[in-house]
């Protein structure tokens, strides 16, 4: 392609790069057409580089990633380009040699460590077989050097962790096993897809403090491939931004972060909430509008256009990846030709030039603030000692019955037109909460009031007139919606089976004003979930639970499933409609800067009890108790100048199993300043400062 | 794993139970009435005759005093007297079961030895010829009916190409080894035997298999499915990143777990040609457990029927009592449970 | 709020479906064969040449000819018109079996899995019990039990049959259940029967029917297997298994059990062709590529 004619030189242009890729085009010739998956990307990594490539999916990330050293399946093909790895070209080398760089020179970590390694096998042979296949090492040789690797990965004896079996790890210690696995043969270059993605926030610091050591000893080149610029502006000292297949920014993180020259990449910074940077007041998101776009039809001119808030004339033509100034480069037209994008976090003046589009619509702000702290209005939902306790299979006859311990002894009060966020890393109990509050589950014990009735343990019949107040969105918005029924017919059901529309003609109307509610167009009732992206599921999802008018509304993790800006117009929206609804929130997330961002108060959930309970503010200014604290320094903050200098409190270890509780604070065994009367004694959940509760014998001794 | 094994022969002995219980209550409310079916119709007629008949077999008891002495009987390894043959049930299933066990045992060997690596081929060169071969043989494997498939083979390569012996084990003429297991081709390697041991084995190949032939198609069918599975599966992806070579993929990675459900299945074809060979055996006039199961069935020989499905319910729980076993050895997670 | 732009809806190009015809193609021949059959059951009557009970000692075991097509049987009746009419019974055997046993499992199934805790143990107890035994011997005991004839030899093989769509059954409501559609419509307060009628059953249905069509050519099968045996119909009436059968031992008139059983197998194919059909039709992963 001529408009790549520009290639751009790395800044300390005397090394050579280990790795060179040039124009590299790999499409799936799938059975509705050509998907250009990666599209004329081209990219370098020197030696014992940390590069970041960031994206949404679909982006063409992760294929970039595996086209490197040629995984890619059927019915996908590299088409052309060149892939030059220390002085070989990966594109034509022979099965042999092509063995021998997978694994040996360059290793990959995927994202999901639950099916990287082979159930079947023991721990030992998966690492040993790619030590000893590239003839490194002998088997016993590879055997003790797995032990060590193990060992250095932070895994507990590892001696008799190689004899075990992948299911008797958890999914952090899994990743730990494919990093030593990856290390194993000390290549020269790491790539890592998503490594993170499916880990819990203490677990992925672990992994991400892991990753930057061993590039630190090793040398090794990584690439790290994510959607999350925290992740990356932790580890990479420069990042390639990726969009519809091709290169649109790269530069050193830094840079890159604090000032970015592509509108993807601004819209991607503004449109995920900062931990270190809230405005009170200020709900609303910077988003741009729209959906990725189609990769079997890549829009004409700038890819971006159709989405962009500063597009002019000249976007009507590709434009070129041009660099600007020395290893920085931006694939637009609008900074090319001088114009400067507004800050990042700050909303744009709709005066300022250029002018956003999206961006001009969200200046109107909200100030629902703490408002709803300060003056506690009604209460409208009651949690007293709530315990849900799922008994588990027996494991044969004469077994002991075992029961897991989801939630124990949960105490919250909502007010009326409040968000409550409720956090907690996976297996804390934090959906099973949810689901009791809207009676999807029964509790085991305790009580639960809704408008001061006692719906603990009303059946569906008494419990149906209260649906209509209390309704719930889900998490993943491929599954929660019925994939026979139209979204005419998801969304008039509840209509008619409440009696709240009468005849045919009103139904209909209701539906359509729905549909505008949630911001999609009315012809959207005739069509099927599976003919809509994440994001228009979502907003269905959402028009649902409005459909009976309710007063409170359960959101169990309703973004974590979505690209991040397509996360923000669902927060916006959510936000949106608690204005004009006055609707009461519990908003059930493990993003710590989205939970800040739309909470008033927000509680804190370990292992089915409550750690904390504190306003927004309150809790991230002062946290008072000790896993309060780490979770918030766990959490990345896409700003690498930030990342590189913040204080860590690092978690060692995982959370215990709810079958097995630990005595005493369930924190104990992951706390750093626990003692024996951790051990001994339950904390109670005391109110520390005026709205602050901590369950902590020592809390904000830390 | 003690526990986990107690607990399993626990529940297998509760069900062998169960078993003999419902086949038991089946036989005696059916309308069939062995009396009628032995004595013919002239006896059947007279009444006296009948019900002496009844009283020597036992059939004038009441229900439950019949299942319990079935129940002691088998405890002593008594299954009593065939009303057909008028001797022990033991001893007929002693005479008939060999010839079954040789049969479905080769049939068994050829349909995993063949079905297996077909079936991995098939799904390593997906949509290649072989591919399709697989795809044809395991179709034309499940959909021919057994019968008429023996039917064809023994016209086709007996009647007409008269390359393949007759119906039967062995030549009418040939002389039989010293009965030791029963089983003709060991029987015939222990007396050094090697003539009647071709014949006899010559005399396998067509049953054989046409008896192996659904099994075959079943087995190559699930292998492909369970590879192609396997294959897309994440660990294989990671595999070839840690540059493996493509047969250590395959065989060592994909191969291990896709083995799992083939076992599930292997060891309930082996069951169903241990104990359903009845139309192979038919066409064959293969003198095997079978056919003789078919015969006391239309005769109603009540304790040859009891005595055969306890025994077949017993080979078939235990075969699936090892194939829960070998989940041990295949899939490491069975074992935690 | 502005409205989300909703997807484009492209027309599919000649080669995709081209791509489609090749996919189907064996699909669409299976129910081509199957097609044919139902109109032949229907058409017996009509297109048979001849009476297929009708007794022709003299005219017996001739070789296919022009007067007889497929040639005649040891009593000299016509084979063409037993095969055609034989089709009858097959088709009807195969498809009360497999529908009633369908019907029957899958109620059973969903209820198990509905209901959960004792229920569920009682239900699935039982089909263990019967998957206990081999089917064909539990069938042929059981119909020799009963008797010989059609009916019995149904009745026979449906209690061998339903357990199989029982534990089906009860898997795909097991998973549908917790879906998070089927949690939504709890929240939303619609009651039981709405649930598993308009939720549950039609998310669930799709490995139900591709069962069953591969099952059809499977009872037919078995059927005919139990009909060669001797258990199935009564002597005169025209059946493939039974047809077979009485051919067995005419390795020389070969003509007499080949077609039977080669109706059978176009039969038994057709189903299967068509079940893979649906198969990878409701398999999203299967299609994409």
């Not at chain 1, 460590?113 to 721990?123: A, E």
């Not at chain 1, 409208?380 to 306790?389: C, G, I, M, S, Y």
């Not at chain 3, 489609?20 to 097609?35: E, T």
């Not at chain 3, 035994?133 to 005991?141: C, Q």
Request: with cysteine.
């Amino acid at each position: 392609m001529p408009d790549d004619a520009e290639i751009i030189k790395n800044s300390d242009s005397d090394s050579v790069p280990i790795l060179s890729v040039e124009d590299l085009r790999t499409h799936f010739f799938t059975d509705q057409g050509v998907v250009r998956a990666v599209d004329g990307v081209t990219f370098h990594v020197h030696a014992g580089e940390t590069l970041g490539i960031v994206g949404e999916s679909g982006s063409g990330k992760s294929i970039t990633a595996k086209s490197v050293i040629r995984l890619i399946e059927e019915p996908g093909r590299i088409v052309s380009g060149r892939i030059d790895f220390r002085g070989r070209d990966v594109l034509t080398l022979d099965h042999g040699a092509l063995r021998r760089l997978r694994g040996g020179e360059v290793a990959m970590v995927f994202q999901d460590p639950m099916t990287s390694l082979n159930p079947v096998l023991k721990i030992a042979r998966q690492l040993v077989e790619t030590m000893v296949e590239h003839g490194r090492f002998s088997p016993k040789a590879a055997l003790a050097r797995a032990v060590d690797l193990l060992g250095r990965m932070g895994i507990n004896a590892p001696k008799r962790a190689v004899e075990s079996y992948p299911h008797q790890f958890s999914g952090g210690m899994r990743q730990r096993v494919m990093l030593a696995m990856g290390f194993s043969n000390e290549p020269v270059l790491l790539i890592a897809d998503e490594p993170t993605t499916a880990l819990d926030v203490t677990i992925q610091a672990q992994i991400l403090d892991l990753l930057r050591e061993l590039n630190a000893d090793f040398g090794t080149a990584i690439i790290l491939i994510s959607h999350d610029l925290g992740v990356i502006a932790n580890i990479c000292s420069r990042i390639v931004v990726m969009y519809a297949g091709e290169v649109v920014e790269e530069g050193p993180a830094e840079k890159l972060l604090a000032d970015p020259k592509h509108p993807y990449t601004w819209a991607l910074l503004n449109a995920v909430p900062r931990l270190d940077r809230h405005t009170p007041g200020e709900k609303k998101l910077v988003t741009i509008e729209g959906t990725p776009p189609d990769p079997l039809n890549w829009p004409g001119g700038c890819r971006f256009r159709p989405r962009c808030p500063f597009a002019i004339d000249a976007c009507g033509e590709h434009p070129a990846l041009k660099e600007f100034e020395p290893g920085r480069a931006a694939r637009c037209w609008v900074t090319q030709q001088g114009g400067v994008l507004p800050a990042v976090g700050v909303v744009a003046d709709a005066q300022s030039s250029p002018q956003p589009r999206a961006a001009a619509r969200s200046t109107v702000s909200y100030a629902v603030a703490d408002a709803a702290v300060a003056t506690r209005g009604e209460v409208l939902l009651e949690l007293r000692d709530v315990k849900k306790h799922f008994p588990l299979a027996k494991t044969s006859f004469f077994g002991e019955p075992r029961v897991l311990h989801a939630v124990d002894g949960v105490d919250l009060t909502v007010f009326k037109g409040e968000t409550v966020g409720l956090v907690g890393e996976s297996g804390c109990g934090k959906s099973t909460l949810g689901r009791l509050i809207v009676r999807l589950h029964e509790p085991t014990a305790g009580s639960i009031a809704y408008g001061g009735v006692d719906i603990s343990h009303a059946n569906s019949a008494t419990i149906r007139p209260l649906r209509r107040r209390l309704q719930m969105i889900f998490q993943d918005p491929y599954a929660s919606l019925n994939p026979r029924m139209t979204v005419g017919q998801i969304l008039s059901g509840p209509l008619q089976f409440h009696g709240m529309t009468q005849g045919a003609q009103a139904t209909a109307s209701r539906v359509r004003e729905l549909l505008d509610v949630v911001g999609l167009p009315a012809l959207a009732a005739d069509r099927f979930p599976l003919e809509f992206s994440g994001g228009q599921r979502q907003r269905v999802s959402i028009a649902r639970a409005l459909a009976v008018s309710p007063e409170f509304i359960v959101a169990d993790e309703p973004i974590s499933a979505l690209d991040v800006n397509i996360q923000a117009q669902i927060i916006n929206l959510l936000i949106d409609l608690q204005q004009r609804f006055a609707l009461t929130y519990l908003f059930i997330a493990h993003d710590l800067a989205v939970v800040r961002h739309v909470s008033d108060r927000i509680v804190v959930l370990y292992l089915g009890k409550v750690m904390e309970i504190a306003p927004a503010g309150a809790l991230f200014a002062s946290p008072l108790h000790p896993y309060t604290k780490s979770l918030i320094s766990a959490a990345p903050i896409p700003d690498a100048a930030v990342e590189r200098k913040r204080e860590r409190l690092r978690l060692t270890g995982e959370p215990p199993s709810a079958i097995d509780l630990p005595s005493g604070c369930r924190f104990r065994t992951r706390c750093p300043i626990a003692t024996e009367l951790c051990a001994n004694e339950i904390p109670p959940l005391i109110e520390h400062r005026p709205g602050q509760w901590a369950a902590c014998h020592f809390a904000g001794k830390l | 794993m003690l526990r986990y094994l107690t607990n399993r022969v626990v529940t297998a002995f509760v069900m062998v139970l169960l078993a003999t219980l419902v086949i038991f209550l089946i036989a005696n409310t059916a309308p069939g009435d062995p009396a009628l079916a032995q004595l013919g119709d002239l006896a059947a007629s007279n009444p006296e005759y009948v019900k002496a008949f009844r009283a020597k077999w036992g059939l004038d008891l009441p229900l439950w005093e019949r299942y319990w002495i079935f129940l002691k009987g088998v405890a002593h390894g008594d299954f009593g007297i065939s009303i057909m043959s008028q001797r022990p049930v033991l001893d007929d299933i002693r005479d008939f079961a060999p010839a079954t066990i040789e049969l479905a045992t080769i049939a068994f060997l050829l349909s995993i030895l063949i079905g297996i690596p077909l079936g991995i081929l098939a799904a390593v060169k997906r949509d290649s010829w072989i591919d399709h071969v697989a795809r044809f043989v395991s179709l034309i494997g499940v959909s021919a009916p057994t019968f008429w498939l023996a039917f064809i083979m023994l016209a086709v390569f007996y009647g007409w190409l008269e390359i393949a012996p007759g119906p039967g084990r062995v030549d009418p003429i040939a002389l039989l080894p010293p009965k030791v297991t029963g089983m003709l081709l060991i029987d015939c390697i222990l007396a050094g035997d090697w003539e009647t041991l071709r014949d006899a084995a010559a005399h396998l190949v067509l049953p054989a298999t046409v008896l192996a032939a659904a099994t075959l198609g079943l087995i190559t069918r699930t292998t492909r499915a369970s590879m192609l599975e396997s294959l897309s599966q994440d660990y294989v992806r990671v595999a070839r990143a840690k540059g493996l070579p493509e047969w250590r993929i395959v065989l060592g990675h994909a191969l291990r777990n896709a083995l799992i459900p083939v076992v599930t299945l292997g060891g309930l074809a082996y069951a169903n040609l241990l104990t359903g060979a009845v139309m192979t055996e038919t066409v064959f006039s293969w003198p095997g457990l079978g056919r003789y199961t078919f015969r006391s069935a239309v005769a109603v020989d009540f304790p040859a029927i009891m005595a055969i499905t306890f025994i077949v319910a017993v080979v078939y729980i235990a075969i699936n009592f090892l194939v829960d076993m070998s989940y041990a050895f295949l899939d490491p997670r069975a074992v935690k449970r | 709020m502005t409205a989300v732009a909703l997807p484009q809806e492209v027309a599919a190009p000649a080669s995709s479906r081209r791509r489609w015809l090749r996919r189907y193609a064996l699909a669409v021949a299976g129910g081509v064969v199957i097609l044919f059959w139902f109109a032949v059951a229907l058409l017996a009557p009509v297109i048979s040449p001849f009476n297929p009970e009708f007794v022709d000692i003299a005219s017996r075991l001739q070789p296919p000819s022009y007067a007889h097509w497929l040639g005649t049987d040891a009593l000299g009746r016509d084979v063409l018109s037993r095969v055609l009419y034989g089709s009858r019974i097959s088709l009807i055997a195969g498809f009360s079996v497999v529908v009633i046993s369908a019907v029957f499992g899958t109620v059973l199934g969903a209820i198990a899995a509905y209901a959960r805790g004792r229920v569920e143990d009682l239900l699935m107890r039982l089909t263990d019990l019967v998957l206990c035994f081999p089917p064909i011997i539990l069938a042929m005991a059981i119909a020799a039990a009963l008797g010989i004839g059609t009916t019995n030899t149904i009745i026979a093989m449906l209690i061998v049959w339903w357990p199989k769509y029982a534990r089906l059954a009860r898997s795909l409501v097991l998973v549908q259940r917790s879906q998070e559609y089927v949690e939504a419509a709890h929240v939303l307060g619609f009651g039981h029967a709405h649930i598993l009628f308009r939720h549950v059953v039609p998310n669930a249905i799709g490995p139900l029917i591709v069962m069953v069509t591969l099952d059809l050519g499977n009872a037919i099968l078995v059927f005919a297997g139990l009909s060669f045996l001797g258990l199935g119909v009564v002597p005169p009436t025209p059946e493939w298994g039974a047809m077979v059968a009485e051919g067995r031992e005419l390795v020389q008139q070969w003509w007499v059990a080949t077609f039977p059983g080669i109706a059978i197998l176009s039969v038994v194919m057709g189903f299967n062709f068509v079940g893979d059909g649906i198969r990878d039709w409701l398999d999203p992963h299967a299609r994409r590529r």
